[in-house]
């Protein structure tokens, strides 16, 4: 079973190509596509276009940070209320 949904990315998101370089995913909206083995993550920078895949475990730990905002939450305040 997979899905896919729109999300914001609103902290530090990182991704690592092969053995290379652990590398920043900007802020911004993306759109991620989960499976039952990982999280695949398609964002736009300007005039460039990325994509990611990150393992579930990782996918999970981003939301659970708020470092990623899924569709559940993307209207959520920026600073909670006093």
Do not use: N
């Not at 989960?34 to 276009?49: I, M, N, Q």
């Not at 999970?60 to 899924?70: E, F, N, V």
Request: aromatic share 8%; hydrophobic share 30%; with cysteine.
């Amino acid at each position: 079973m997979s899905y896919t949904k729109r999300c914001q990315i609103i902290g530090t998101v990182t991704y690592r190509e092969g053995d290379g370089v652990t590398m920043q995913i900007p802020p911004g909206p993306c759109e991620i596509e989960v499976t039952e083995f990982d999280a695949t993550l398609a964002w736009e920078d300007g005039r460039s276009h990325g994509v990611a895949t990150l393992p579930l475990s990782q996918y999970s730990r981003y939301l659970a940070s708020g470092a990623l905002l899924d569709g559940r939450h993307l209207h959520r305040p920026a600073h909670p209320p006093r």
